[in-house]
């Protein structure tokens, strides 16, 4: 009796174990719709072109903006909508970022409440080292990094060197910097520790420093800040089409004296303000006739004014920052208009002055000033962060994960 119910124990098992691995999944009972912005677009009008039933979108939408504020959405933003059978939506995820995942679920009730799911992240830090072929961007890129380290590298950097310009083959750089990381993989960068550029003519060394009030900078070995009164430059372009100095005129067909640099640059690029200040111009400025029918001048210009009798003109825009307006007053890399060829000018570029005291001086030259720099009350606990992030930049090993 016993070796017959084992029979057929083993006759039902093996029956059992063959039907379910024959067995067809089950299907999901849920539908997806997978969605991005686009540039212009608001995350109303993206649900609205998903199907998503307009009574639903804005209720789901005014969820949202109760833990995320809508307005801070960008181009390429994605979302996913969780929908049921019947086309009712059962959830709404919102990615902004790689870390954050904002949620808009309904319950068993038909109510929505939310939720943010954030990744646990773990900070390593690491070095990067390397030689300069081409540019500081293609160098660090040969090294296996990320569009953005060079980038938070080169703002360090930027009140000393033009990355567009001054670089050259055979210059090196070294920094220790932090990297966040979900379950070994890469999720973002931190900030950078310690950062040394090496060229010919300049050998210096950037350290983070968070002072006692909790801002951060960065200064060299000295507690001086590398942050200066006015940028090497106000955007970001291709070359320099013309220098200070006196030049042949393209338009007026004669040797002009150029009080300014031209920065060629794609139409529409944004352009900062060097420095802190105040605007003083916004619109049409003169300087020249009108030139065979063209009207003349830096067209659609900004005038700042700044500390100490300096003042810097930015000419033949295609149009003005948000807000920007006699009487603004403007930080240090605030947007305050975008390259054109407005006025007499034969392409799309920048033409930049700084005035002292009324008489043009040759940007490219400019003897900048530092800004204050880290407290004497600071700097013995300064001079320790120092040792220690020598210590990394100079021993600091690379190990392979």
Not at 366 to 375: D, E, H, I, M, T
């Amino acid at each position: 009796m016993k070796k017959i119910f084992l029979i057929v124990f083993s006759f039902v098992l093996i029956f059992s174990c063959a039907k379910k691995k024959n067995a067809e999944p089950e299907p999901d009972p849920f539908i997806y719709k997978h969605g991005s912005l686009q540039k212009g677009e608001t995350l109303a009008n993206a649900l609205k072109n998903k199907e998503i039933n307009n009574g639903e979108v804005y209720t789901l939408v005014n969820k949202l903006n109760s833990i995320f504020n809508l307005r801070k959405s960008h181009p390429a933003d994605s979302f996913l909508v969780k929908l049921d059978t019947t086309g009712v939506v059962r959830e709404l995820q919102y990615f902004p970022d790689n870390i954050h995942t904002y949620r808009v679920i309904r319950d068993t009730s038909g109510d929505f409440f939310t939720k943010i799911d954030t990744l646990k992240l773990t900070k390593v830090i690491k070095r990067c080292d390397g030689v300069i072929e081409s540019s500081l961007y293609q160098a660090m890129i040969n090294q296996g990094e990320g569009a953005a380290l060079p980038v938070m590298f080169s703002q360090i950097f930027q009140w000393d060197i033009d990355f567009f310009i001054d670089p050259q083959k055979g210059d090196e750089f070294h920094l220790v910097y932090e990297q966040y990381v979900h379950d070994g993989k890469f999720v973002k960068y931190g900030d950078i520790l310690v950062a040394q550029y090496k060229s010919g003519n300049y050998d210096n060394i950037a350290y983070r420093y968070k002072n006692k009030k909790g801002f951060v900078k960065y200064y060299n070995e000295k507690g001086e800040s590398f942050q200066k009164a006015f940028l090497k430059s106000p955007l970001n372009y291709k070359r320099i089409t013309s220098y200070f100095g006196n030049r042949f005129h393209p338009i007026r067909k004669k040797p002009i004296f150029h009080n300014g640099v031209d920065y060629a640059a794609a139409y529409g690029t944004p352009v900062e303000a060097v420095a802190d200040g105040t605007v003083v111009h916004v619109g049409w400025k003169g300087g020249h006739p009108t030139v065979n029918g063209r009207k003349g001048g830096y067209g659609k210009t900004v005038i700042i004014r700044h500390a100490n009798g300096y003042k810097t003109l930015y000419g033949h825009l295609s149009g003005y920052g948000k807000g920007i307006r006699v009487g603004t007053k403007v930080k240090q890399h605030r947007i305050i208009g975008y390259v054109g060829s407005t006025g007499l000018s034969t392409g799309n570029h920048l033409h930049y002055t700084i005035y002292h005291h009324g008489k043009p001086i040759n940007p490219l030259r400019l003897k900048n000033v530092a800004g204050p720099p880290v407290p004497k009350t600071e700097m013995e606990k300064f001079k320790t962060i120092v040792d220690s992030l020598n210590n990394l930049l100079t021993n600091f090993q690379v190990t392979n994960e």
